[in-house]
């Protein structure tokens, strides 16, 4: 059969490929700034993501204010101890563990997911999730972009929404899903933190490819 005649060269598609196989969720930055002209390629990169309904649920508030930026580590320094307390015998384990890099990297954003209730119904009216996709989505397409400019992204979820919604003044229907934390790493982790941290192991693809059926008591 011959490849599609849309199909990229080898060398793109052996890059796009090396990106997605080397992004890493990143905890420990530099303080090095990046550069504006990146910084707005890569959100560029976000904007340009898929969303149901071309409904682009997504918002992007860039942390400029260093109290601002204090006050949402406050945050999620409380989230986490609670999720530790939460995790019983494994408590100090997870302790041990870095789970965020807020008050090192470069950059600093929270993302919103407007929620479409009634006003969104193409794509979704069956599925609502496909709001918080679309921004997943968005998020995928940012960290990409930022790994192939040689930058580290920490999506950053131990928060109370709530919490962080009020403290940056949002509206009812937007929902705080992600802190995002941006910039320069000394290096990259060969491969998943927690992997590497003996937290857990990734499971093959052959464990979740299933075929016209799902397989009588999986998971």
Known sequence: MNPSPHRYSDAERAAISRVIRERRDVRCFLPDPVDPETLAHILACAHAAPSVGLSQPWRFV???NPDLRARIYSLVEQERLRTADALGPRRAEFLRLKVEGIRECGELFVVGLVQGGSREIFGRRTLPEMDLASVACAI???WL???AE???VGWVSLFDPLALGELLGCPAEVRPVAVLCVGHVAEFDP???LAI???RQ???LTE???ENRWPAGTP
């Open 150 to 152: 040689g930058l580290g």
């Open 62 to 64: 860039r942390i400029t």
């Open 208 to 210: 979740l490819l299933y």
């Open 197 to 199: 941290d003996q937290w």
């Open 202 to 204: 990734p499971r093959p």
């Open 145 to 147: 972009a930022a790994r």
């Open 191 to 193: 491969g998943p933190r």
């Open 140 to 142: 995928e397409n940012l």
